[in-house]
């Protein structure tokens, strides 16, 4: 197996690999860890034309185990990881995921390779080697992880290409900037309860609810909503979110001819919920019963058990579907949505600009939520993550993980205070240093049309003008005095 990784804005390009002689017809398996990803990256190549071959997606496992096993030559399969699970029978047994193909022509491509891919004893990612003994493993990440038992170069190898960091991105205007605004809401924590503990709680609400963990998980889920959820919390996080939302729309119009997007995040579909009747009670008007309709939405899974508040959310997925395409038009009037995991990887919606984030976060998971407001859209400038739970410290933590030029510039998570800051130390320096010395201000409290203009043109004029201060050549060798 000869495993790599490397980070980048671009995708695998599978027609090259088919037709390499060397390889001898080989078998793509691109695979992703999420049903959504799955679909996005099977919808974008399967119009492909520069393909020897149509892509196949493979939707259960055992469409997956006939195709793999019986595949002697070629084929391009999208899937996704957990369809390398074992069947019931081989639990009951104890045996392991049956081999499907020991060919060394299989290439696995892995996107998002940071997430489910560290279970090297009785996980998806062991059942993938057991499958696939000879295959060889490629990863994609923007966000490589190395942690003491979850490290993605350990996993796959090292790069295989050149870094394309998140700094370059933003200069060659792949992705903007991302800043960073705390409004922070405190939360009263339990006797016992430190912020260390809640970022392990919430932790534990993002995996999996198999049987084993289900009733830890509720747990998890109960001091959440404790926290979190809190009646007069989410009264004061509703009005914030209301103020804030209404004030960034408008600052946004001028450079992308509408309101845009925005995504709240929460810790529990129970806070999702209960959140949304808090913001409809302010603004009415926001709420619709239908999916194609409403200034806002939720959205989350759900299963047949669950009652109350949370089951007024759950949706079939074509209604899921629906309300994230609404998310990627700018025309529709959905600008809101409130989501607990889905949306926060492999989501892409270029009007989404604004982030508000309600929940303890970290790590990979946190870099990659971020990244959902950094995609560029008309004259978009930055995206805006508004920060109610206290996620500075993992913030600039998770930054560690990316390169020196990402730490220098951060790329993501700019604190916006000090963004402000530098603004008006640089304003204060051309108005009353640099231009000190000239009367601009009596210019702009003209009343009339041209005022700023006129006052602009006499600015350039004085700071062009030989006998301004500072204008003066006394060397005569300089070639501004000859």
Known sequence: MSPASRQGPHRARPSSVLRNPSLGNPTIVVLTDRTELDDQLFDGFVVSELLPEKPRQLTSREELRTELANRRTGGIYFTTLQKFGRTKEEKEKGAKHPTLSERRNIIVIVDEAHRSHYDDLNGYARHLRDALPYATMIAFTGTPISQHDRDTRKVFGDYIHPIYDLTRAVDDGATVAVYYQSRHIPLSLAEGVDAEQLDEEADKVTTGLDEAERERIQQAIAVMNA???????LQKLARDIVDHWEARSAEMRPFIDGPGKAMIVCATREICAKLYEQIIAIKSDWHSDAVDQGKIKVVYSGDPSDTGIIKTHVRKPSQQKAVKNRMKDEDDEL??????DMLLTGFDAPPLHTLYLDRPMRGALLMQTLARVNRTFRTKQDGLLVGYAPIADNLYAGLQEYT????ETKPLGRDL???ITKVRDLVDTIGNTILGGYAWREGLTARTPRAFLDTALAVVNHL???????????????????
């Open 335 to 340: 600008e809101l949505i409130i989501v607990k």
């Open 404 to 407: 020196g030029k990402d730490k």
């Open 417 to 419: 205070e000090d963004a």
């Open 227 to 233: 926290m979190y959820g809190a009646p007069d919390r």
């Open 464 to 482: 062009r003008d030989p006998l301004t201060p500072g204008n003066q050549v006394t060397d005569p060798d300089e070639p501004t005095a000859q």
